[in-house]
């Protein structure tokens, strides 16, 4: 059973960095592609980033361009997202997903709010 | 970056109506897009993929269609179970983009 599961989210001042994690489970987490998606609180979906399975694409929205970084550890099955300079705006569910299958496959969030 | 003008942002239905949902996209996207269902506390759940195909597991009361650069998901027979947030995805090219949501609710 393919399973993502997201941590490192919590309460962070404006300015500040946070680093969130997806361990992925149930499949070759190297042959696949990854994305993170966010969700601010009663808003749509958001696509914040993608990285390839051996890391040489990685494509950013314009949003956080700059701030964020997608990386990914193949031989820990993890996907990390490094977020730097957060704002307020930055609050959201992060999720991370995976695009093949028709992104079936969605961790259940992890929870980043920027505020001081 | 392609933008994607979903519409209606919320609608209200009762059981048993035919209800359709839009997307439309700023750049040619082929058949790249994704519908998806979203129900409160949940991920996202895929219901139609490249435009038209139904997803695994979802009734055949859904549908998916394409008229030029205008996507749209319906729902022939609306059930209490559809009650949900809907979103579209253009996966054609980075960045993917999403529609800003339907929020579909009961009359």
């Known amino acids: 059973e393919v399973q993502l599961v997201e941590s490192g989210g919590g309460l962070v001042q404006p300015g500040r960095s946070l680093k969130l994690s997806c361990v992925a489970s149930?499949?070759?987490?190297?042959?696949?592609?990854m994305n993170w998606i966010r969700q601010a609180p009663g808003k749509g979906l958001e696509w914040v980033a993608y990285?390839?399975?051996?890391?040489?694409?990685?494509y950013y929205a314009e949003t956080v361009k700059g701030r964020f970084t997608i990386s990914r550890d193949n031989a820990k099955n993890t996907l990390y997202l490094q977020m730097t300079s957060l704002r307020s705006e930055d609050t959201a569910l992060y999720y991370c997903a995976r695009p093949t299958n028709w992104f079936a496959y969605w961790g259940q969030g992890t929870l980043v709010t920027v505020s001081s | 970056d392609i933008q994607m003008t979903q519409s209606p942002s919320s609608m209200s239905a009762s059981l048993g109506d035919r209800v359709t949902i839009t997307c439309q996209a700023s750049?040619?996207?082929?058949?790249?897009l994704i519908w998806f269902q979203q129900k409160p506390g949940k991920s996202p759940r895929p219901m139609i993929y490249?435009?038209?195909n139904l997803a695994n597991g979802v009734p055949s009361r859904f549908s998916g269609s394409r008229s030029g650069s205008d996507y749209s998901l319906t729902i022939s027979s609306l059930e209490s179970e559809d009650m949900a947030d809907y979103h579209c995805?253009?996966?054609?090219?980075?960045?993917?983009?999403f529609g800003a949501g339907t929020k579909l609710e009961l009359k």
């Open positions: 990285i390839s399975s051996g890391s040489s694409y990685i």
């Open positions: 750049q040619d996207i082929g058949n790249n």
């Open positions: 490249y435009a038209t």
């Open positions: 995805l253009q996966y054609k090219q980075y960045p993917n983009t």
């Open positions: 149930g499949f070759t987490f190297s042959n696949y592609g």
